[in-house]
């Protein structure tokens, strides 16, 4: 079976047969259709992370289950199926609580991944930029049998996390004002998040004038090239002198994360969706946190509850309420997947997708 397996970290993915383990109680073997290439497994291809090498990334996928281990009783062989990245144990104090996003298992996932006995670890649980993968019957969800897969991959991070972050944790009324600061795959969604809320003003914020574009043509109302512009400013003029009522910050950097949180009204929410480096940190004058009432708020997985929130999405796309097709700039086979970071990083792609059948 092919997987793309990072060795060591700043090297490319190398394609590599591994052996993948039949399904045991309660896991499922997925054939994968696509895998989205989203930052985040750049992340730790680039940046010294927690993640333990050699792994397979690749935590955006959709499929076909071809096989069910004992006591599988949430999917059959044949379901299609996109797969929720993280444990999701389900029993946890967060699971009970319904924020899987924060699963905390007591025990983690089996190895399922190896290469002449050596074990490959499973970014996240999944690792979808393989042919194949086995994961707990808990991390798929079976989704309607006419969505079209590959588009339906995306939702299994980018566009549940932005879609997410504006419904599920944020919680945006219609007729609000929202700043989106980075507009790459996770924030092109957080746009469409906000017209979805029914948001006045969306005000997409990019350095480059084609991601700015892609905003543009997901319900962008408004852009402000902060390469050329002051963000905080223009924010300031397109809403009455006030700010905005809410800001996400889609790309981890304290800079962009203070930008957010100067954007935003007294009384205003900043949430923070990008992924900081592991040892960044954020300087706030409380005094002004407290002055200003403002709130400044984290988003994992857009608070997602995958087994609720990924068929939902689905019939939005499939309603015409949403868009991805638009999401995918480019579409390529799994042994080009380092030109396909790389198309990511130089922002050429909205969203670049690895076909895998
Ligand atoms: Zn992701
Ligand atoms: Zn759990």
Redesign the pocket.
């Known amino acids: 079976m092919k997987a793309a397996v990072l060795y060591e970290r700043r090297t490319p993915l190398v394609i590599d047969d591994l052996d993948l383990a039949s399904p045991g109680a309660g896991e499922v073997e997925v054939r994968l259709v696509a895998s989205g290439v989203c930052h985040s497994d750049l992340h730790h291809i680039q940046r010294d992370t927690p993640t333990i090498l050699p792994v397979v990334l690749g935590h955006e996928g959709a499929g076909i289950v071809t096989a069910v281990g004992p006591n599988v009783t949430r999917v059959a062989p044949g379901d299609h199926v996109i797969i929720a990245f993280g ?10 609580r319904g924020m ?1 996003y ?4 007591a025990r983690p996932a089996r190895p399922r991944l190896f290469k002449n006995g050596q074990v490959i670890n499973q970014f996240l649980e999944v690792a979808t930029y393989a042919e194949r993968t086995v994961v707990s019957e808990k991390n798929v969800v079976k989704i309607r049998d006419d969505a079209p897969l590959a588009v339906c991959s995306l939702v299994a991070c980018g566009v549940t996390t932005g879609i997410g972050a504006v419904i599920n944790t944020a919680r945006v009324e219609p007729g609000s004002n929202v700043v989106v600061i980075g507009t790459g795959g996770v924030g092109l969604n957080v746009v469409q998040g906000a017209r979805l809320a029914g948001a006045a003003r969306i005000i997409a914020v990019d350095v480059r004038d084609n991601k700015l574009e892609f905003a543009r043509a997901m319900g962008a109302t408004h852009l402000i090239n902060a390469a050329r512009e002051d963000v905080v400013e223009r924010v300031r003029a397109l809403t009455g002198g006030y700010g905005a009522d809410y800001a996400f910050e889609v790309i981890g950097n304290p800079a962009t994360i203070n930008q957010a949180y100067e954007s935003i009204r007294k009384g205003g929410t900043a949430v923070v969706v990008g992924v900081a480096d592991e040892n960044a940190e954020l300087t706030i004058k409380p005094v002004w946190l407290m002055r200003q009432a403002k709130t400044l708020m984290g988003c994992a997985y857009g608070s997602a509850r995958p087994q609720v929130d990924f068929p939902r999405i689905v019939d939005l796309y499939m309603e015409g309420r949403i868009k991805l097709d638009e999401l995918i700039t480019r579409r390529f086979g799994l042994d080009e997947i380092n030109e396909a970071f790389r198309a990511m990083e130089a922002g050429e792609v909205a969203r670049g997708v690895i076909d895998l059948a």
């Open positions: 444990p999701k144990c389900g029993e946890c104090y967060y699971c009970v899987p924060l699963c905390t298992p």
